[in-house]
């Protein structure tokens, strides 16, 4: 594989750099940018993400038919990389998720309706998956979608949870039951988050982060609104699971808390010694870089197979598996070494760092669970990865 850019891909980092650098707010960038934004909740962020749909910045890969440049998917994930490192809010969802979906598999009213909204950054979408007796197995989802002929589309009643966006989306991409069948019998639609039936519920992450509970009550859905065939939601799925485990969770973020660790042992002392002195301390640092490359080189391997229009799953699982745990051992390499005035919170004045990795030691635990959990990951290297047998 080729890790480095070409020089026209550098000149596109360069250009985005440069446009971070001379939109530079505390509204848009989160100011400890190792806790990925991935929402697009203020108004503020939806200027930001407007802003950078007239930069020509979303869709990129898009065909030209939809308002895209086809343009090698690296620039997506050059994007990517460069908005993560400023701690602003990411893209992926309504670009990624749901407009690529959209494009390869929605009816006609769905791409003119949906496909110029997203690219010019005018709509955020929740997504719905999880239940509370489906979370790691999505496939087991039960909220029900009952055909209705009279009107012409499906009754959706039921309950989801984790739904991080709920509370401020446009539009709920949501997978619900249409058929017995585990994987034949889901079906994805589009539903409006203002629709009368919806309630939502807020819950606090230990993590700080808010996600909902969303309850349908007899929610009606237009067939307009159903996002490709009945019964082949499940597919539709996984091929958006395996773009989120990388295009939604970038390698930025587990740098910037390597960068942070390492800027606090330059600086800190241990019995009036610099810690940077200290044996075991070198060595950790030294173990997590070496292991921070290893994600970088995973996460090259599934965009050089996405480049070649392969589904990366098995890579995907690979990668999000190492970069969640190595979040996890950063953090918890961080409280180590900082000692006890490490669980000091954020805007505490004794805090080291600012609180800065109290709050990331807690967020980490979050970044395990989005994208599918480890253990799913785990799954999918063993079964589709090993050829192990699947465990009854």
Same mark, same amino acid.
């Given at each position: 594989?080729?890790?480095?850019? +070409?020089?026209?891909?550098?000149?596109?980092?360069?250009?985005?750099?440069?446009?971070?650098?001379?939109?530079?707010?505390?509204?848009?960038?989160?100011?400890?940018? =190792?806790?990925?934004?991935?929402?697009?909740?203020?108004?503020?962020?939806?200027?930001?993400?407007?802003?950078?749909?007239?930069?020509?910045?979303?869709?990129?890969?898009?065909?030209?038919?939809?308002?895209?440049?086809?343009? +090698?998917?690296?620039?997506?994930?050059?994007?990517?990389?460069?908005? +993560?490192?400023?701690?602003?809010?990411?893209?992926?969802?309504?670009?990624?998720?749901?407009?690529?979906?959209?494009?390869?598999?929605?009816?006609? =009213?769905?791409?003119?309706?949906?496909?110029?909204?997203?690219?010019?950054?005018?709509?955020?979408?929740?997504?719905?998956?999880?239940?509370?007796?489906?979370?790691?197995?999505?496939?087991?989802?039960?909220?029900?979608?009952?055909?209705?002929?009279?009107?012409?589309?499906?009754?959706?009643?039921?309950?989801?949870?984790?739904?991080? $966006?709920?509370?401020?989306?446009?539009?709920?991409?949501?997978?619900?039951?249409?058929?017995?069948?585990?994987?034949?019998?889901?079906?994805?639609?589009?539903?409006?988050?203002?629709?009368?039936?919806?309630?939502?519920?807020?819950?606090?992450?230990?993590?700080?982060?808010?996600?909902?509970?969303?309850?349908?009550?007899?929610?009606?859905?237009?067939?307009?609104?159903?996002?490709?065939?009945?019964?082949?939601?499940?597919?539709?799925?996984?091929?958006?699971?395996?773009?989120?485990?990388?295009?939604?969770?970038?390698?930025?973020?587990?740098?910037?808390?390597?960068?942070?660790?390492?800027?606090?042992?330059?600086?800190?002392?241990?019995?009036?010694?610099?810690?940077?002195?200290?044996?075991?301390?070198?060595?950790?640092?030294?173990?997590?870089?070496?292991?921070?490359?290893?994600?970088?080189?995973?996460?090259?391997?599934?965009?050089?197979?996405?480049?070649?229009?392969?589904?990366?799953?098995?890579?995907?699982?690979?990668?999000?598996?190492?970069?969640?745990?190595?979040?996890?051992?950063?953090?918890?390499?961080?409280?180590?070494?900082?000692?006890?005035?490490?669980?000091?919170?954020?805007?505490?004045?004794?805090?080291?760092?600012?609180?800065?990795? =109290?709050?990331?030691?807690?967020?980490?635990?979050?970044?395990?669970?989005?994208?599918?959990? $480890?253990?799913?990951?785990?799954?999918?290297?063993?079964?589709?990865?090993?050829?192990?047998?699947?465990?009854?």
């Amino acid at each position: 594989m080729q890790f480095n850019l +070409s020089a026209e891909e550098q000149a596109f980092e360069d250009e985005v750099v440069a446009f971070l650098e001379a939109n530079r707010s505390p509204d848009v960038m989160d100011e400890n940018p =190792e806790h990925l934004s991935q929402t697009v909740e203020t108004p503020a962020k939806r200027a930001f993400m407007r802003k950078l749909a007239e930069k020509g910045w979303l869709g990129m890969s898009w065909p030209k038919e939809y308002g895209g440049q086809e343009r +090698s998917g690296i620039y997506d994930f050059i994007l990517t990389e460069a908005l +993560s490192r400023y701690g602003c809010p990411q893209p992926g969802k309504g670009v990624g998720i749901v407009g690529k979906t959209i494009i390869r598999h929605g009816n006609e =009213e769905l791409k003119r309706y949906f496909l110029p909204r997203i690219i010019r950054g005018e709509i955020e979408f929740a997504i719905g998956y999880s239940e509370p007796q489906a979370g790691s197995d999505a496939a087991a989802m039960e909220l029900k979608a009952t055909r209705d002929d009279e009107r012409g589309g499906w009754v959706l009643s039921g309950h989801k949870i984790w739904t991080t $966006s709920a509370h401020f989306a446009d539009w709920y991409w949501v997978g619900a039951r249409t058929g017995p069948h585990k994987y034949k019998g889901i079906t994805l639609f589009l539903v409006p988050m203002d629709h009368e039936g919806f309630e939502i519920h807020p819950t606090w992450t230990i993590g700080d982060e808010r996600t909902n509970e969303v309850f349908f009550n007899e929610v009606f859905v237009p067939d307009s609104h159903v996002v490709g065939e009945v019964g082949e939601g499940w597919t539709y799925i996984c091929e958006a699971l395996d773009l989120e485990r990388f295009a939604m969770l970038p390698v930025g973020p587990v740098e910037m808390k390597l960068e942070g660790l390492v800027g606090h042992v330059r600086e800190a002392t241990l019995d009036g010694r610099p810690l940077a002195e200290d044996p075991v301390v070198r060595h950790e640092i030294a173990t997590l870089a070496a292991e921070l490359e290893v994600a970088r080189k995973l996460q090259r391997k599934v965009i050089s197979e996405a480049l070649k229009d392969r589904a990366p799953t098995v890579e995907a699982a690979m990668y999000k598996l190492w970069q969640s745990r190595l979040g996890q051992k950063i953090a918890n390499a961080a409280l180590d070494m900082m000692g006890p005035d490490a669980q000091l919170k954020p805007g505490e004045p004794e805090a080291p760092v600012g609180g800065r990795f =109290e709050r990331s030691y807690r967020y980490t635990v979050v970044d395990t669970i989005g994208g599918g959990t $480890s253990e799913v990951q785990k799954n999918i290297i063993a079964r589709r990865g090993l050829g192990l047998p699947k465990n009854f």
